[in-house]
C-alpha cells in the first residue's frame, strides 16, 4: 500500500485555507490524516473533507505532531510564530505568507518554473505572491525563448486575495448600495463596490508598495535572473475571484506575436485564450475556480524594444495559493 501522509492546514476556516481542503481532495492527495487548525474563534466549526467532516482546532505550539506536511495560509505573523514548530516536530511546512519567501534558506517555487528548488528546503518551502505566480507562468515560457529583461504591468486584483472578510465587505457594499442604504467599510480604506483602488499592500518610502515590489523580488528568485526588473502598479477591484494582469516585458532577443503564441500554446498550467476578432482573451470571471492560468492580447509592444504586451489572468486562491502549495506538497 503507498505512503499516506498527515497533513495540516494551518488557516484552515480562510479563503485559501477553504481552497486547500479542496485541492488536496479534488488532486487525491494521499492524506492519511488531516488536521485543521485556526484561531481559538473557529473551534466548534467542522469542514467537509472526502465525504466526512473535520473538526478544526485550535492553533498552538503542539499542534504538529505526527504531522508530515503543514500548509500555512494565516498570515505572515502566524508563520513566523508557528512555523518553526511544525518544522522543530517533523513536519515540511509549506508557506503561503510572505514571511520567508526572501530567505535565502527557504526556496520560493512555482512547480511549474523551479521545481527542482524544492529540493533545497531545510523544513519550509514559500508559495510566491499570488500576483506573480500567475504573471510568471505567461513570462517564464516567453522568458526561455526570448530572455526577459524588465516588465511594465499592472494588476487587477480580487478581493478575495485579501480573505474572507473583503469577500463579505463586497458583498455587502454593493447589497446597501443598489438598496439604496449607506456603505460600511471596515477591510479597505475606501469603498471597494464601484470603484478601483490603486493601493494593495502597505506603502514603501518609495512610493511603492510592498505587493509591488513583490513582482521583481520574488521573480529574481524563482526565475534565478538576479537583474531582472519590474515596475508594477497594483490595483484592487471589485472582482470576487481571479486577479489579472496587463503585462509589458522587454526581451533581449527579437520577438514575433507568431513565436509568442507557439511558445504559450504549449505550457503545463497556462492555456492561450487569444482571438481578439471574436472576442476571446482571458477573464476573471471565467478563469475563476480554474486550475490553469490564461494568456491573451498578445501583441508587439509599439514603446519597447523587443517588446511585447500581453494580458493574464489566473485564480489567485488556486495557482497564486492552494493549488501552488498542494503542487509543492506533491513533489515534497
Ligand atoms: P479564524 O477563522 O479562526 O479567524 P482569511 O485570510 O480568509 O482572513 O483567513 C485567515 C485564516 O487565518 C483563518 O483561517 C483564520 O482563522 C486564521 N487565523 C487568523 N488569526 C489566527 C490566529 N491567531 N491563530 C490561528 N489562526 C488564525
Known amino acids: 500500500m503507498s505512503r499516506k501522509y498527515t497533513v495540516a492546514i494551518v488557516g484552515a476556516t480562510g479563503a485559501v485555507g477553504v481552497e486547500m481542503i479542496k485541492v488536496l481532495e479534488r488532486r487525491r492527495f494521499p492524506v492519511g490524516k488531516l488536521v485543521l487548525l485556526a484561531s481559538a474563534r473557529s473551534v466548534g466549526k467542522t469542514l467537509p473533507f472526502n465525504g466526512e467532516l ?10 504538529f505532531a505526527g504531522v ?16 518553526p ?49 500567475i504573471t510568471l507562468m505567461a ?34 457594499q454593493v447589497a446597501a448600495i443598489t438598496a439604496g442604504k449607506p456603505v460600511e467599510k471596515s477591510v479597505y480604506p475606501h469603498q471597494i463596490a464601484f470603484n478601483v483602488l490603486p493601493h494593495v499592500d502597505s506603502f514603501l518610502n518609495t512610493g511603492y508598495t510592498k505587493e509591488e515590489m513583490k513582482m521583481q523580488n520574488e521573480a529574481r528568485r524563482i526565475l534565478h ?14 472582482v470576487y475571484r481571479a486577479h489579472s494582469i496587463s503585462v509589458n516585458a522587454e526581451f533581449e532577443r527579437p520577438v514575433s506575436v507568431e513565436e509568442a503564441r507557439k511558445v504559450l500554446s504549449n505550457v503545463a498550467g497556462l492555456k492561450l485564450v487569444d482571438d481578439p476578432a471574436n472576442n476571446s482573451y482571458p477573464l476573471p470571471l471565467y478563469v475563476a475556480e480554474t486550475d490553469d ?33 498542494v503542487q509543492i506538497a506533491e513533489l515534497i
Open 54 to 63: 473535520v473538526a478544526v482546532q485550535e492553533l498552538t505550539e503542539d499542534s
Open 68 to 83: 508530515d506536511i503543514a500548509l500555512f495560509s494565516a498570515g505572515g505573523g502566524i508563520s513566523q510564530k508557528f512555523a
Open 85 to 133: 514548530c511544525a518544522v522543530k516536530a517533523g513536519a515540511v511546512v509549506v508557506d503561503n505568507s510572505s514571511h520567508f519567501r526572501m530567505d535565502p534558506n527557504v526556496p520560493l517555487v512555482v512547480p511549474e518554473i523551479n521545481g527542482a528548488d524544492v529540493k533545497l528546503h531545510k523544513g519550509i518551502i514559500a508559495n510566491p505572491n499570488c500576483t506573480t505566480a
Open 139 to 172: 513570462l517564464n515560457p516567453l522568458h526561455k525563448a526570448f530572455g526577459v529583461k524588465r516588465v511594465i504591468a499592472s494588476s487587477y486584483q480580487a478581493v478575495s486575495g485579501t480573505g474572507a472578510q473583503a469577500i463579505e465587505e463586497l458583498r455587502s
Open 225 to 238: 535572473l538576479p537583474a531582472f526588473k519590474a515596475s508594477v502598479t497594483c490595483v484592487r477591484v471589485p
Open 293 to 325: 492560468c490564461q494568456v491573451g492580447r498578445i501583441r508587439i509592444d509599439c514603446a519597447l524594444e523587443n517588446g511585447l504586451a500581453f494580458w493574464v489572468a489566473g485564480d489567485q486562491l488556486l495557482k497564486g495559493a492552494a493549488l501552488n502549495a
